[in-house]
C-alpha cells in the first residue's frame, strides 16, 4: 500500500475510515431524532425535513467515501455502510412512527367531531 496520496491517519488496518466519526455522529442524531419522536410529539414538516437532510448527506458521504477508495486503492470501511443502513432505517422509523400518531390524532379528532 502506497500512501503518498494520504495521511496515514487516514487509513486504519488498509481501510479508509476518515469519514468514520461523521458517520456516528449522523447516526446518534438519527437515534436522537426517533427518541424525540417516540417521546413528544413533533411536526411532520420537521421530521421529513430532518430525516430526508439526513438520509441525502449520509448517502453523499457513502458515494464520495467510495469513490475516495476506488481513487486510491485502499479498502472501504464496512461500518460506514452498516451506519447508513442504520441512519436510513431509524429515519424511516422515525418518519413512519410520526405519521402513525399524526394520522391516530386525526382519526380521534374526526370520531369526536361525530359524536358531538
Known sequence: MDHRFTYHNFVTNNVFSLLDPIF?????FSI???IMVCIKKTPIWLC???ASLTVIVSGQLLWFSAIIV???GIGGSTK???LFMGILVTQ?????ITVLK????????????EAH
Not at 456516528?24 to 446518534?28: D, E, N, P, Q
Open 24 to 28: 456516528l455522529v449522523i447516526f446518534l
Open 32 to 34: 436522537l431524532l426517533l
Open 48 to 50: 421529513t425535513i430532518f
Open 70 to 72: 476506488d481513487e486510491l
Open 80 to 82: 460506514d455502510f452498516i
Open 92 to 96: 424511516f422509523l422515525a418518519l413512519y
Open 102 to 113: 399524526s394520522y391516530k390524532k386525526e382519526k380521534n379528532r374526526n370520531t369526536e367531531k
